[in-house]
Structures are given as structure tokens and as C-alpha cells.
């Protein structure tokens, strides 16, 4: 598990969790539009967890894909999803508990 944070850390902010594997360019996208935006996240590799990946799964609905992301209790899904919520203008809503 890797923890990763920016320099901005709001705790009024909903914790947002992103589940990743070490090589997949759709995880580190996802986490340079976080880091882009000064978000505080925690990280959770499943690469050689399983126990991680069932956790994701559970969480998510069924999902196995990476990223799956969360803010707060929300499931956001997958980078594309993220992207669309940034594009959409509903990202910093979302990240500052606002919605």
C-alpha cells in the first residue's frame, strides 16, 4: 500500500482512495489530475494483494478494473469517470465535500 499526498491537506475534505496496480497509465493519470489539483489521497496497491482486490471489488459494486476511486463514500469509477467529473466542472464539488 502507498500512501501518497500533496501539499495541500484539507481536513474538512472528503478522504479520497484510489486503488491501483504498479503498471497501469490509466491509475497514473488518474493520480497526476489529483496531484494536479492539490488532493490528499491514500493509495492502495493491489498488484500482489488479493485481499486488497477483493476489498476493491466489494467496494465498488463487481468492479475489477483499476483505478477505482472514491471520495468519501462515493464511487467515483474509473479515470475516464474522474476526467469526465473534471471536464463536467463537478470534480471540486465533489473533492471539497460541497455536493
Known amino acids: 500500500m502507498n500512501d501518497a499526498t ?3 491537506d484539507d481536513p474538512g475534505s472528503p478522504p479520497v482512495v484510489i486503488y491501483t496496480t ?3 497509465p490509466f491509475c497514473h493519470r488518474a493520480k497526476h489530475l489529483l496531484k494536479k489539483k492539490g488532493v490528499k489521497y491514500r493509495e492502495i496497491d493491489v498488484t500482489l494483494n488479493p485481499g486488497e ?4 471489488r466489494e467496494r465498488s459494486g463487481g ?3 483499476v483505478p477505482q476511486i ?3 463514500d462515493r464511487h467515483i ?3 475516464d469517470d474522474l476526467f469526465e467529473l473534471e471536464f463536467d466542472g463537478d470534480l471540486d464539488a465533489l473533492l471539497t465535500g460541497n455536493v
Open 22 to 24: 504498479l503498471i497501469c
Open 63 to 65: 468492479s475489477n478494473s
Open 70 to 72: 472514491f471520495i468519501g
Open 53 to 56: 482486490r477483493l476489498a476493491m
Open 6 to 8: 500533496t501539499t495541500q
Open 77 to 79: 469509477g474509473g479515470c
